[in-house]
């Protein structure tokens, strides 16, 4: 059963860090794409970052670039995405998503991946 959970979320102070994991069960990282999706309140769901974990391709929205990086520990299934200097516009639900698939290059398209984890809430507030 293919299942992506994850963790770290909570509230922040604008300029702080926080890192946040997705472990996935199920399948293995290798020839997948992890992305990282993010949805606040009143707001439609975008894209944050994404990773081909098998070559190490890095897709960022240009509001996340040089906050926000993305990694994985293939040996744990597990991919990270540190954040910081977070502002409270990140504030949001971030979920991850996994996709199957042979391409070089990650998209920042939630339309591509297929398996969704339940989200953990990130406030970003003083």
């Known amino acids: 059963q293919v299942q992506l959970v994850e963790s770290g979320g909570g509230l922040v102070q604008p300029g702080g860090s926080l890192r946040v994991s997705c472990v996935a069960s199920?399948?293995?990282?290798?020839?997948?794409?992890i992305g990282w999706f993010r949805q606040a309140p009143g707001k439609e769901r975008e894209a944050v970052s994404c990773i081909n974990s098998n070559n190490g391709n890095t897709q960022y929205r240009d509001s996340v670039s040089g906050r926000f990086t993305i990694s994985t520990d293939n040996a744990k299934n597990t991919v990270y995405l540190q954040m910081n200097n977070l502002r409270p516009e990140d504030t949001a639900v971030y979920y991850c998503a996994g996709r199957g698939t042979a391409v070089r290059q990650c998209m920042l398209d939630s339309s591509r991946y297929t398996y969704w984890g339940q989200g953990t809430q990130v406030t970003v507030s003083s």
């Open positions: 199920g399948f293995t990282l290798d020839y997948y794409h």
